[in-house]
């Protein structure tokens, strides 16, 4: 395969993802190779590698008689990622906690004071980047990049249902005021505040988890 066929896939590949991701394209709606491939101006060649790979990490579902349709936010994989992630950042947030210097208490400061504007402007978008912001300068701090690279596949079905979640049922002040609670923890460089401010953060996706499974095309099984 030629290196710009490649690159291009990989393009198409990433769109894809974050638009599945960030609920621009909606659990159950029809993918058509056309009109993708039309929309961001590839050939069909490419678009069909990117639902291929989206397949294989559960983000579409592809039906060979009836086409490609976004897949559902499936409770099983929520779950799972969920454990996944809250095992890696509770050990992460402990560790970074022995290692905060004033120059990364005050990147995470910067981080924080931005979501909170973010969150009066009511931009959940950029409150949803800047979480993800938060959490791996966390992993930076603790000198763990290389994990938090490994977990980004894992927490994509995860993500999905933290950008639907992250205005309901809490406000997004409250995500906020977590934040600002590991924080302290972390400027305090007590690892059992931070690793318990952390655990209760990573774990309030699944309050609305079964009041969301009846909405927003979320799948209980499968």
Known sequence: MPVKT???????FELLRGEIVLNQLKPLEPIR???IAER???SRTPVREALLRLAD???VDIYPQSGTRVAPIRLSKVRAAQLIREAVEVEVVSRAAARMTPAALSAIDAIIEDQARAATRGDTRR???LDEA???AIFEIADCLAAADELED???HLNRLRYLSVDWPRSADYIVAEHRLIREALGAQDAVAAAAAMRTHLRAVLVPLEMMSRRNGIAAAI
Do not use: D, N, P, W
């Open 134 to 136: 938060f959490h791996r």
């Open 40 to 42: 961001i101006g590839v």
């Open 57 to 59: 990490l559960g983000l």
């Open 6 to 12: 490649r690159s291009t896939a990989q393009g198409v």
């Open 33 to 35: 190779e056309g009109q």
């Open 154 to 156: 894992v927490k994509l």
């Open 127 to 129: 409150l949803y980047e």
